[in-house]
């Protein structure tokens, strides 16, 4: 578990960078902090690995006030992923991964075991990268060993800042989704920054949007599109609001809404569905949604039917 508890960080420009920031990250948890630049989220991440002392404030890391540890014990507990990986470009591949396990103390063999095991699961033939160097790498292959060198001493807390900026979109969208395959994450505390909100939707359980060091909602995609707290938070996500609302509403939280016949036709959808996946579904063949035994008929119309009425249900009663 991460706690941020009343923390605030000026440099001296007037303003605070980030101002009575607190939250709690839960053990197992991935929580995006988004926003546009300047609002404090690197900042934030920078304090929770010591790189930058809080003007005000505690954070905890489990029940251990983080200013109580040595900052280089207290780093080598925790993974650090960049947006521009950081590599040491003398390094190998393999060298660059095993720098922690190396500093641990791990032997030889183990850390090339770990290495070798990295590589694979991250879609880099060790055979083929494990001894070449940063510079003859693509910008994917880069944050992959990146990636690979935070994992590698198996830290409980992943931070990531910006960790797919400087990849473009198609690379992006590539390595976003191996990143969630990696069963190396499964048991991880992670915290990430960005500025993408269909990143942040589609990586975080929970989001805190921020604005001027300050956080302006923290919740899960249902409750900042459907409950917004203020104009802030409603107007940061109008521009990609139908498609973020497709791709975070399941079947299941549609359902009482879904007026269709219980015939089953064409294939079925299980419950957690997303609408976004549905409507794919929907224009190569006809589909049936189940859920808790009970089946209902999908068509197009009926989908965006029950999609209208939960937001209305929603609007009037003030929650999703």
């Known amino acids: 578990m991460i706690k941020l508890s009343h923390v605030s960080k000026n440099f001296g420009h007037g ?10 990250v839960q053990a197992g948890e991935t929580l995006v902090l988004l926003g546009t630049s300047g609002c404090g989220k690197t900042t934030t991440l920078r304090m ?6 809080p003007d005000q404030g505690d954070i ?5 006030n983080i200013r109580e540890e040595v900052p280089e014990n207290l780093r080598r507990n925790i993974g650090y992923v960049m947006q521009n990986t950081g ?4 390094y190998t591949v393999q060298e660059n991964i095993g720098v922690v396990p190396q500093l641990l103390h791990w032997n030889k063999t183990h850390i090339r075991d770990r290495v070798w095991t990295l590589l694979q699961k991250l879609r880099l033939p060790p055979e083929q990268y494990a001894h070449v160097y940063p510079q003859h790498l693509s910008g994917g292959q880069q944050q992959r060993v990146g990636l690979a060198r935070a994992l590698a001493a198996d830290p409980p807390i992943l931070l990531m800042d910006e960790p797919f900026g400087a990849l473009d979109p198609l ?3 590539s390595v976003r989704k191996e990143f969630k395959a990696l069963d190396e994450l499964n048991s ?3 915290i990430i920054v960005t500025h993408d909100i269909e990143e942040a939707f589609e990586l975080g359980n929970r989001i805190c949007v921020m604005n001027e060091g300050r956080i302006q909602q923290l919740g899960n995609a249902t409750e900042l599109l459907f409950s917004p ?3 802030f938070v409603r107007n940061f996500l109008d521009k990609q609001r139908l498609e973020l609302e497709l791709k975070s509403l399941r079947l299941l939280d549609i359902w009482p809404y879904l007026n269709g016949t219980g015939e089953t036709t064409g294939i079925l959808l299980p419950g957690e569905t997303s609408c976004w996946d549905t409507l794919e579904n929907l224009t190569t063949s006809a589909a049936t949604a189940i859920f808790r035994g009970e089946n209902k008929h999908l068509d197009g119309n009926i989908l965006m039917n029950a999609i209208t009425a939960f937001k209305k249900t929603v609007s009037q009663h003030g929650h999703a």
Do not use: C, M, Q, Y
């Open 188 to 190: 991880k505390t992670i």
């Open 229 to 231: 707290a203020n104009d």
């Open 60 to 64: 905890f890391i489990g029940e251990k």
């Open 48 to 53: 929770i690995n010591r790189l930058l002392i």
């Open 171 to 173: 690379t992006r969208i």
């Open 87 to 90: 590599l040491f470009p003398h």
């Open 15 to 24: 303003k605070n960078a980030v101002s009575d920031l607190s939250f709690e």
